[in-house]
């Protein structure tokens, strides 16, 4: 297991007061509630589209939710398009790519990156992502680590991917990110009629960059229970 210690302060929210950490901690809250409620503890982060804000939200939820001694596992399984690598200025030469093509011990594909939180970058990228996502050494890594943390937050693509109907499947429920003012109503309709039809379940929509008022450059979030 790596040990890094660094953070991007433009993704992740480190304040311990101020609005954003406080809807952060709203949401950490209702997720445990439901997740303790519903014995839910691999959770997959999918959006209805391409630049929604997905990794940040899930890297923040994921470092609020070690800072309250959950134990958290983050996993880039976004192979298309991966980026939770970059607030944690991580390296992404080698990782869950290079684990699925048997190059790598799982071991050495989780990397520490704060007290109780761990990330497994994404790796090179694949030409056939839809394929290693199949293989049953996928579902393996997830299940073998079931045990050993409170939460794995799984980073999707879009819904409307087959990788993300594969990915659902082996997680025990779904978070979807939506980015406000861009995501219409249809398309988030769409986004969970998607995930229904193929029996993903779903704790709840986050509504990701709210500005509060017309010139406030700050983004804050809201989470509703699905």
């Known amino acids: 297991m790596v040990i890094k210690k660094q953070y991007s302060e433009r993704q992740l929210i480190k304040k311990e007061k101020g609005v954003i950490p406080e809807q952060m901690r709203n949401i950490r809250t209702n997720i445990q509630y439901l997740a303790d409620k519903r014995n839910l503890k691999v959770i997959m982060v ?4 391409q630049g929604e804000g997905k990794s940040s939200a899930i890297v923040n939820l994921a470092y609020f939710m070690a800072k309250n001694n959950k134990k958290v596992l983050v996993i ?29 011990d799982e071991k050495e594909t989780i990397q520490q990156v704060a007290e109780n939180l761990d990330v497994v970058t994404s790796g090179p990228l694949p030409y056939n992502p839809t394929e290693l996502l199949s293989k049953k050494r996928f579902k393996n890594f997830i299940d073998t680590h079931r045990v050993d943390y409170d939460f794995i937050f799984v980073d999707a693509p879009p819904s409307g991917l087959a990788d993300s ?21 249809n398309q988030l309709k769409t986004c969970i009629d998607t995930c229904k039809m193929q029996n993903i379940d779903i704790i709840g929509v986050i509504r990701n960059k709210i500005r509060k008022k017309k010139h406030d450059s700050n983004y804050y979030y809201n989470y509703v229970k699905e």
């Not at 999918?46 to 589209?49: M, V």
């Not at 109907?165 to 861009?182: L, P, R």
């Open 165 to 185: 109907k594969i990915i659902g499947s082996v997680c025990d429920s779904t978070i979807i990110i939506v980015e406000n003012g861009k995501t219409t109503k």
């Open 76 to 104: 880039d399984s976004d192979l298309r398009l991966p980026t939770i690598h970059k607030p944690f200025q991580l390296q992404n030469f080698s990782g869950l790519t290079d684990f699925l093509n048997e190059l790598m």
């Open 46 to 49: 999918t959006s209805c589209r």
